[in-house]
C-alpha cells in the first residue's frame, strides 16, 4: 500500500476569515511572502518517498517513478545510487542517465558525492537522488547530501529522492528508543517541510519481516510503531505546509491531521489530572499538548503562586504554554482553540459554581460553541 500526502490535492473545510481582520499582515511581512513565493516559483519541485525501514521498498519506487517519467517525455537523470541496488533497481538503471558520483577517500572511508556542478551543466528537468541522508567528506561543497539537493533545487531542477524515518534528526529519538540504534547520519525535519509533495512507501510489517535477515530489525511491534512515526509525520508535514498556504491566503480551515490537545488552566483548576491526562492522550497519538490560560486582574497573591505552579508542571510536562488576552473567558479560549487547530479542551468545573437554571454558565457556552472539537470537563478538587 502507498500513502501519498500533496498539499494541493487534500479535501478540507474551508470559511472565509471575516473575523480576522485585524489580523492582515503588516508590510514587511506581505514583502516576505512576495518574496517566498517567488523563490517558490523558481525552485524545483520536491518529492520525497518516506519509508519506516530498510528494504520496504522506497528506492525503488523512486527509481520507477524515474523512469515512468521519462517514457512520458520528461529529462530525468540519475544524481546518486547507493553502492548496492537490487537487480530490479539495476535494470531500471540501465535505461536512465546516471551522472557518476565524485569519489573521495578520507580518515579511511570511502565516499560518493553528487557531482553538482555536473548536474547544474547537464541541467535536467528531474533528477533522481538515492539515500538522501549520506555525509560528504570534509573539503566538499556542502557537509551533507540533502544540502546539495537544495542547491540543485535553487537552480530550478525537481528532485525526487528517498529517505527512511530513522534519519529524519527529530525522530531519531524516538526511533532509538523503538530499535535500540541510533543512525549517524540525518536531515533536518525542516527540509522534509520543504517537500512539494511526500509519499509514504508502505508495507504490512510481517511481510517486511520476510525480506529482512533475522536479527537486523525490530518485532512486528517494533515495525509497526515505526510505520506509525511515518506516517504521522508525513501528515505533520502537510498539515504544516497546508496551515502556511492557508494563512497567506487569508483562508481558516477546520481541520487536523493529529491530536491536539488544549488544557485550560486556572488557579482552582485541577492542573495536575488535566495535565498528566493530556500527555498521557498526546504521547499515545503522537499529539501536541498545549496549556492556556487568560490573564486575570487582581489576582490574590495565592492565587498567583497556584497559577504559576500550573504552568511551571505544564513545561515540565513538555507542553506549549500560552498566555491569552481578553475580557471573556469563553471567547478567547474559543479563538485560541480554532486557531491552533485543537481537537480536545480540558476544562475545569465545579458543581458548587452551578447558576440557576435559567441562566448559562461559561462552561454551557463553550461546550455549545465547540463545534470542531472535543470538551472534556475536569471537577476541580475544593475551593482552593
Known amino acids: 500500500m502507498v500513502c501519498t500526502c500533496d498539499v494541493t490535492e487534500l479535501r478540507i473545510i474551508l470559511i472565509e476569515m471575516t473575523t480576522r481582520v485585524d489580523r492582515r499582515p503588516d508590510p514587511e511581512e506581505l514583502l516576505r511572502r512576495v518574496q517566498a513565493n517567488e523563490r517558490r516559483e523558481m525552485r524545483g519541485r520536491l518529492k520525497v518517498f518516506l519509508g519506516y525501514a530498510s528494504r520496504v521498498g522506497k528506492s525503488f519506487r523512486m527509481f520507477d517513478e524515474g523512469r515512468r517519467r521519462k517514457e512520458r517525455g520528461q529529462d530525468v537523470i540519475v544524481g546518486a545510487v547507493q553502492s548496492k541496488v537490487t537487480t530490479d533497481i539495476q535494470e531500471i538503471l540501465s535505461r536512465l542517465e546516471v551522472i557518476p558520483p565524485i569519489t573521495a577517500r578520507h580518515a579511511g572511508l570511502d565516499y560518493e558525492v553528487i557531482d553538482v556542478p555536473a548536474v547544474f551543466r547537464r541541467h535536467p528537468q528531474v533528477c533522481l537522488i538515492d539515500g538522501l541522508a549520506y555525509d560528504n ?215 458548587s459554581d452551578q447558576r440557576l437554571w435559567l441562566s448559562r454558565t461559561p462552561i454551557d457556552r463553550l461546550i455549545d460553541a465547540a463545534e470542531d472539537f472535543d470538551v472534556r470537563l475536569f471537577p476541580h478538587r475544593g475551593n482552593e
Open 137 to 351: 567528506p570534509p573539503g566538499s561543497r556542502n557537509p551533507q547530501r540533502w544540502q546539495d539537493v537544495r542547491d540543485l533545487l535553487d537552480r530550478g531542477i525537481a528532485i525526487i529522492t528517498a529517505v527512511n524515518v530513522q534519519h529524519i534528526q527529530e525522530q531519531q529519538d524516538a526511533v532509538e528508543r523503538i530499535t535500540g540504534k541510533r543512525s549517524p547520519y540525518s536531515v533536518p525535519e525542516e527540509f522534509l517541510r520543504e517537500a512539494d509533495e511526500i509519499e509514504v512507501v508502505d508495507a504490512p510489517p510481517d511481510t517486511l519481516r520476510d525480506r529482512i535477515c533475522e536479527g537486523t530489525a525490530p518485532d512486528s511491534r517494533g515495525l509497526a510503531e515505526l510505520r506509525e512515526l511515518a506516517l504521522l509525520l508525513a501528515a505533520d508535514v502537510v498539515d504544516r505546509q497546508l496551515q502556511e498556504y492557508l494563512d497567506a491566503h487569508g483562508v481558516a480551515a477546520r481541520w487536523g491531521a493529529q491530536e491536539r490537545i488544549l488544557v485550560c488552566l486556572t488557579p482552582r483548576s485541577n492542573a495536575a489530572e488535566m495535565l498528566r491526562s493530556g500527555q498521557r492522550n498526546a504521547l499515545r497519538f503522537h499529539g501536541a499538548l498545549l496549556a492556556a490560560y487568560v490573564e486575570q486582574a487582581g489576582l490574590r497573591p495565592r492565587d498567583k503562586q497556584k497559577l504559576e505552579e500550573h504552568l511551571d508542571l505544564a513545561r515540565e510536562l513538555g507542553a506549549e504554554v500560552h498566555s491569552l488576552t481578553g475580557a471573556d473567558f469563553v471567547e478567547a479560549i474559543l479563538a485560541f482553540a480554532r486557531e491552533q487547530r485543537i481537537t480536545q479542551l480540558f476544562v475545569g468545573h465545579s458543581l
